[in-house]
């Protein structure tokens, strides 16, 4: 490869967005727009026995209200079928902010006025806003025609490894809870959709573009050739915006009947309850070890908690768990299953990691018991386990999941050379001896989860046309560059990353490199930005598209230079005949000669203009090996992550500057898991998060400096070697920063803390650990 | 709904206009003025995707009524750069990576401007303190901290927003 990729180039986006002219949905202006305002549940369960539109409907600016009984034959969202959730109640309402009534106005503040005149009787029902309620004896089914809450039972292993459990020298039963937790991208879901007879364009904050346009066209019935999706500047997404809301066909639909543009711009609080949440998973799992801390077996139970209306990815997500469930060790047998249970709350999506998080979470979890169990160093467990770099390309049990090239132990090695354990555990048992410090603790994850999403195969299972990701590079006669892709950034910097592969394909400076993607009527078919793909999958498509416009401008120069096309090579976008120093063509001049027919070799077509799609024969496997040091505040129970040590092997590294900050922003998300956020709600399905003064984002005083080095392994899965890096932080932090306030308690006989590690928490801890 | 008339000048531009007496600052902004940099991320002044300079101070325009800044001069991220160039902290989010998706950028972009009027050479601590106000989603905060650390090394907060606070203090 040339000198682009591995270059810390700062970002083509940056000057917009810096300036304040980025283009978001919501900064879009088209005349005559109408506002929509929703009318939303307040309770989490009930049936509904009246709803009074009339005065709403009379108040001033609005163009209409409806209701689910005023939108006869418009069909539900897709999803699992059988349990197709509808764009207003129908009826009942299962989850507090469940839409019932939607008014159009013509202006935001008299769409949120008339909307407080709607009036809803409710009858309530019994409200099961826990697993635990809603798989109780007695507990009704809350979806209609459905048997049991219980709506999704998977075995995934041909075994339940009884035998060998039992077989091992030890066994232990740990429960272990991943909970739920709120994307919040700082955009909230934002929609503009406009109807016209020519066909539907819908400008939304989405990361899949193409897939919604699908969803748009079977949902109205339309060609998809009608309709048109455009995601501008997305802010944020974490895998929330992968979800096909009802808001948005409902915006479509109203467009089409107030035959106007129709505007939806959620409000936070409205985000909090109607954006899917991520997580909520419980974990009963037993592993089977010998004295050396061997794992042996493993058996891991999951629970999801799917929410009131089970979302398409949502419920694929306890298989990736599943398939992840062996993390990075060699463990002879593993016995994975999984139910989805529906209850009274916000339905679960994905949410960045989506599924791999959980399974890092428990998996690293039980080698830190393991090692509590045996007196052993959690650090020596883990290597006797880690899968060994000559044992890649390794096959776990579960059919196609196959890590590719990487070094386990190597990434705990180079961490281990950047911090002093052996020094960090003489400061931690000095400051357990000295009442007046802090508790420190040292928390270690090592972990692999997938990145890299397909292949079609697998991603079919999520309700996509497919796994691959297309590219289309054209040459215009100056020899600038054109790229247009079918992934659709939302702060990954493709416009950035995806030049430099083509300037070091091609010899152009990336200032003369433009991309475009995000819009379904200039850019081919494509898939979207989600599973840590963009590099991997997106970045391979635009790399073999290169690839053909360097072949085809090959030919054309070499023809040009009457010489044999082998004997001719491309540096810095020029021309010649290897090792002379004859004559030369630009780039920019067989740009141009590809646009002359009659001046072309015989049988090469015009225009130097090639698509590529990207297939990757298997996911990529993104690994590497954390450390967290925390001290915790005797007094208070605050824990404070004091320091943060990340090694990660994604592969081929395209941009440093860039990588760095997606590897930062999933650190930050982890570490807030660990210690701070968790959306809850009461026994009545009420939240108690359902804005940001209750549900903690952190702030920048809240989380640590991070120091991040990368071992490269390339994986061979795909032509770049890159195998993605955005969901890595938040897949590894959350265990490495438990494990470390762990640690900092062990003293005291302290096994487990539940996530998040709050306050209140461990000092509770504290004191009964302590008083006991 | 009472209406009443407002001058208030943005990024130095003079204006007049009607608005509701209940209308918020960002949404005068946004939408009579157009200048659609500045964002909504909330609806509980947490987020500070709003926050713009009211009369040399950082405020969140979401907690502001138009009405309010009736007779005051707004900086908005719109008016920081002049037509040869980017201020020192729009450049130091660009060289440190300190964006990602770019939306809470014009919050945190003016909340740091704020900040280095006030404290010109801010040490990490004081950064992290100096833009507690403002969420992002996106970056983790240290590549915002050492953007913020590269303004104040390379120009401070910059021309526009010293003139303006000059103004404000005058
Ligand atoms: S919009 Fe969140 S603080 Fe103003
Ligand atoms: S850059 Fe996305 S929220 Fe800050």
């Known amino acids: 490869m040339g000198s682009m990729i591995g270059a810390a180039v700062v970002r083509k986006e940056d000057p917009a967005l810096l300036t304040g002219r980025g283009t978001f949905v919501e900064d879009l202006r088209l005349p005559g727009t109408a506002y929509m305002a929703y009318v939303r549940s307040p309770v989490a369960h009930a049936r509904i026995t009246a709803i009074d539109t009339q005065e709403a409907a009379a108040a001033p600016g609005v163009l209409g209200v409806w209701t689910h009984a005023d939108l006869p034959g418009l069909p539900p969202t897709r999803s699992v079928p059988g349990m197709e959730r509808p764009c207003l109640a129908d009826g009942a309402v299962r989850f507090v902010g469940e839409a019932v009534a939607v008014v159009v106005a013509t202006d935001r503040y008299l769409a949120a006025d008339a909307a407080e005149l709607v009036e809803v009787d409710y009858d309530d029902l019994p409200v099961l806003a826990s697993v635990a309620a809603a798989t109780a004896a007695d507990a009704a089914p809350i979806l209609p025609g459905l048997e049991s809450n219980v709506v999704l039972e998977q075995v995934l292993s041909a075994t339940d490894a009884e035998a060998e459990l039992a077989a091992a020298p030890h066994r232990m039963a740990i429960r272990l809870r991943n909970q739920r937790c709120a994307a919040v991208p700082m955009e909230p879901t934002v929609c503009l959709a406009d109807w016209q007879h020519s066909g539907l364009t819908v400008y939304l904050t989405t990361q899949t573009p193409h897939h919604m346009r699908n969803e748009f066209a079977q949902w109205f019935g339309l060609a998809q050739e009608q309709v048109r999706v455009i995601a501008p500047d997305v802010g944020g997404g974490f895998g929330a915006k992968a979800s096909c809301y009802p808001e948005f066909l409902l915006a479509a639909e109203l467009s089409r009947r107030v035959q106007r543009p129709v505007r939806y711009v959620e409000t936070r609080s409205e985000n909090m309850t109607s954006m899917v949440h991520g997580r909520a998973q419980e974990h009963d799992v037993e592993v089977g070890f010998d004295d050396d801390g061997r794992l042996l077996a493993l058996r891991v139970r999951i629970t999801q908690d799917c929410g009131a209306w089970p979302d398409t990815t949502g419920v694929g997500l306890p298989t990736l768990t599943s398939f992840m469930s062996g993390g990075c060790y060699r463990i002879p047998v593993i016995a994975a299953s999984f139910r989805s249970v529906v209850t009274n709350t916000t339905p679960v999506g994905s949410y960045r990691g989506a599924g791999r998080p959980e399974a890092s979470y428990m998996i690293e979890r039980v080698v830190d018991h393991v090692a509590a169990e045996l007196g052993r160093d959690p650090v020596e467990v883990r290597r006797v386990n880690l899968i060994r770099p000559d044992e890649m390309p390794y096959a776990t049990q579960f059919e196609g999941i196959v890590y590719d090239e990487a070094n386990y132990p190597g990434c705990l090695d180079l961490l281990l050379t950047h911090v002093d354990y052996d020094d960090l555990r003489r400061r931690r048992d000095a400051q357990r001896d000295d009442p007046t410090a802090p508790l420190l603790g040292i928390g270690f994850s090592t972990f692999v989860e997938m990145g890299g999403f397909g292949p079609t195969p697998l991603f079919e299972q999520f309700g996509y046309v497919g796994g691959w990701e297309s590219a289309n590079v054209r040459l215009t006669t100056d020899g600038s560059a054109v790229i247009k892709v079918g992934t659709s950034p939302h702060g990954q910097g493709h416009k950035t990353t995806f030049a430099q592969i083509v300037a070091d394909q091609l010899g152009i400076d990336i200032d003369r490199i433009s991309l475009l993607h995000g819009d379904t009527a200039t850019v081919q078919e494509g898939i979207g930005t989600m599973g840590s793909r963009g590099a991997p999958v997106g970045g391979s498509a635009v790399f073999k598209a290169a690839d053909k416009v360097r072949a085809k401008a090959l030919r054309i120069a070499a023809h040009m230079l009457e010489a044999d096309e082998s004997d001719v090579e491309l540096t810095d976008g020029t021309f010649r005949v290897a090792g002379t120093t004859g004559p030369t063509v630009t780039l920019a001049e067989v740009a141009l000669r590809s646009l002359k027919p009659h001046l072309l070799p015989e049988g090469v077509d015009p225009g130097l203009e090639e698509t590529a799609h990207h297939e990757p024969s298997n996911l990529s496997y993104p690994s590497g090996a954390h450390c967290c040091v925390v001290e915790i505040d005797r007094e208070t129970g605050r824990v404070d992550v004091v320091r943060y040590v990340a090694v990660d092997d994604c592969g081929t590294v395209i941009n440093p500057l860039l990588a760095t900050g997606q590897i930062h922003g999933g650190l930050a998300q982890g570490i807030a898991q660990a210690l701070y956020e968790e959306v809850s709600y009461d026994e009545d399905g009420q939240p108690r998060t359902g804005n940001l003064v209750t549900y903690t984002v952190p702030a920048a005083e809240d989380l640590p400096p991070y120091e991040t080095h990368h071992l490269v392994t390339p994986t061979s899965f795909n032509p770049l070697g890159a195998k993605g890096l955005g969901e890595s932080g938040a897949t590894a932090a959350p265990q490495a920063v438990v494990n470390a306030v762990v640690d900092a308690l062990s003293h005291l006989g302290v096994r487990d803390v539940e996530m998040p590690c709050t306050p209140a928490k461990v000092w509770g801890l504290l004191n009964t650990a302590n008083g006991s | ?170």
Not at chain 2, 88 to 94: K, L, N, T
């Open chain 2, 1 to 170: 709904m009472s209406h009443h008339k407002v001058r208030i000048s943005v990024n130095g531009v003079p204006g007049e206009d009607e608005v509701e007496s209940r209308r918020l600052l960002v949404h005068y902004l946004r939408e009579t003025r157009g200048l659609t940099g500045t964002h909504v991320g909330c609806d509980t002044s947490n987020c500070g995707a709003c926050t713009v300079l009211l009369d040399g101070m950082t405020v969140k325009s979401c907690t502001v009524l138009a009405v309010a800044a009736d007779g005051s001069e707004v900086l908005t991220v719109e008016g920081l750069a002049d037509d040869e160039a980017m201020s020192p902290v729009q450049e130091g989010f660009r060289a440190c990576h300190g964006l990602q998706c770019g939306y809470c950028t014009p919050g945190m972009v003016m909340a740091a401007t704020g900040l280095l009027l006030e404290n010109p050479a801010p040490d990490e601590a004081e950064i992290r303190a100096g833009i507690e106000g403002n969420l992002c989603r996106c970056t983790g905060y240290q590549m915002i901290v050492d953007s913020v650390r590269w303004a104040a090394e390379n120009g401070g907060a910059g021309t526009a927003a010293t003139t303006h606070a000059e103004r404000a203090s005058s």
